[in-house]
Antibody, heavy 126, light 106 residues
Framework: EVQLVESGGGLVQPGGSLRLYCVVS????????MSWVRQAPGKGLEWVAN????????YYVDSVNGRFTISRDNAKNSLYLQMNSLRVEDTAVYYC???????????????????WGQGTLVTVSS | SYELTQPLSVSVALGQAARITCGGN??????VHWYQQMPGQAPVLVMY???NRPSGIPERFSGSNSGNTATLTISRAQAGDEGDYYC?????????FGGGTKLTVL
């Protein structure tokens, strides 16, 4: 059974830092791209960051680029999100998700998230 | 930026078909994926690449995509289908989610 378990959330002041963790099991972690997706209270889903299997490629939504860093340790089946310079608007539940990169017969890209963790709440407030 | 438009809410009588739409400019040219989120729970993929059901998702769930509208259809709706549903596509080098639709089964 595929499992993703996040931790590390909590209350932090604006400008502060926090590191999120996601430990996975039930699949070969090193074979998959991974992502972080967040959901502000009462709001919809927002993709945050992606990382390639070997960590050599990373992508971020513009609003966190330069402040957040996604990383992974394949030996520990673990995904991380280092969040610095946190803002009130970063308050959200952060989900770890397995990212599927599908290319169709015309080589068009249609990615999606096929497994999700239960999420960890990050609250940025003074 | 590309926008996906979903109705805020959809209501359906128990046992009837629920249709949740996702509108976008020429969305029929994209692959649409759908997620179900029960209250207080993580999202679950219920449809991928327009019409494909992941293992474990009931056959009552089906999808279509044409023109400017993609649709997730839940036939014979059950109380356990209540929750929020999100559509998602890829556009301009980023993942785009719809705003979500709250499904209520009456």
């Amino acid at each position: 059974e595929v499992q993703l378990v996040e931790s590390g959330g909590g209350l932090v002041q604006p400008g502060g830092s926090l590191r999120l963790y996601c430990v996975v099991s039930g699949f070969t972690f090193s074979s998959y791209w991974m992502s972080w997706v967040r959901q502000a209270p009462g709001k919809g889903l927002e993709w945050v960051a992606n990382i390639k299997q070997d960590g050599s490629e990373k992508y971020y939504v513009d609003s966190v680029n330069g402040r957040f860093t996604i990383s992974r340790d394949n030996a520990k089946n673990s995904l991380y999100l280092q969040m610095n310079s946190l803002r009130v608007e970063d308050t959200a539940v952060y989900y770890c998700a397995r990212y599927i990169r599908f290319f169709d017969s015309n080589n068009y890209y249609h990615p999606y998230f096929d497994s999700w963790g239960q999420g960890t709440l990050v609250t940025v407030s003074s | 930026s590309y926008e996906l438009t979903q109705p805020l809410s959809v209501s359906v009588a128990l046992g009837q078909a629920a249709r949740i739409t996702c509108g976008g400019n020429n969305i029929g040219s994209k692959n649409v994926h759908w997620y179900q989120q029960m209250p207080g729970q993580a999202p679950v993929l219920v449809m991928y690449r327009d019409t494909n059901r992941p293992s474990g998702i009931p056959e009552r769930f089906s999808g279509s995509n044409s023109g400017n509208t993609a649709t997730l259809t839940i036939s014979r709706a059950q109380a356990g289908d209540e929750g929020d549903y999100y559509c998602q596509v890829w556009d301009s080098s980023t993942v785009v989610f719809g705003g979500g639709t709250k499904l209520t089964v009456l």
